[in-house]
């Protein structure tokens, strides 16, 4: 099996500058391709302990950033799409859904901690840059919401194909 299937994020960068560009970027829409997430990371900040947490998330449609919500003050979220197009659903704490939107290239949505939300990609190689508050720490930093189906998990093609239908009957 190709090793990129079973990352979750490429390795941090090093240098004091980084630049991306196309080649980086399709590079990044590969790599998602090939992974069994259909999702692939790259950060940008150099380390975990950074103040402000960066980084570019490659998703294909059929995979989704499953409900969570982000507990801690400070623990906003801020989504750029660069490229494809986005799915931003916004629950109310049972599951119901409160409001959802679709995001284009351009697009920016900023949601504040406790507030459930999840993503699903609507076009190939879709692209988000996200931005949160560091330094990571992955026990605190989100709490998956427990009436949403883990990844890949019995259910969660169901979840995801109902989720893409909500933005295909908006159109």
């Known amino acids: 099996m190709n090793y990129r299937g079973l990352m979750r994020a490429l390795p941090s960068p090093v240098d004091d500058v980084v630049f991306y560009d196309t080649s980086e970027l399709t590079d ?19 380390s975990t ?7 570019l998330n490659a998703i294909q449609p059929g ?27 916004i629950y109310e704490p049972d599951g119901g859904l409160r409001q959802h939107y679709l995001l284009e290239p351009g697009c920016v949505i900023d949601i504040e ?20 508050k560091g330094p990571y720490d992955a026990r605190r930093d989100k709490e998956f919401a427990p009436w949403s189906p ?15 239908l909500l933005y295909r009957s908006s159109e």
Do not use: C, N
Request: proline share 7%; hydrophobic share 40%.
């Open 28 to 46: 990044l829409t590969t790599q998602a391709q090939e992974s069994s997430r259909a999702r692939m990371m790259q950060p940008i900040q150099r």
């Open 49 to 55: 302990d950074a103040p402000v947490q960066r980084l």
């Open 63 to 89: 995979s989704y950033v499953r409900p969570h919500m982000h507990p801690t003050a400070g623990g906003s979220e801020t989504i750029i799409v660069m490229q494809g197009r986005l799915g931003v659903m």
């Open 113 to 132: 901690p406790g507030v459930w939300h999840g993503m699903v990609a609507l076009a190939p190689d879709t692209i988000i840059a996200e931005f949160k």
């Open 150 to 164: 883990e990844e890949g998990a019995e259910g969660a093609q169901a979840f995801i194909q109902d989720l893409e």
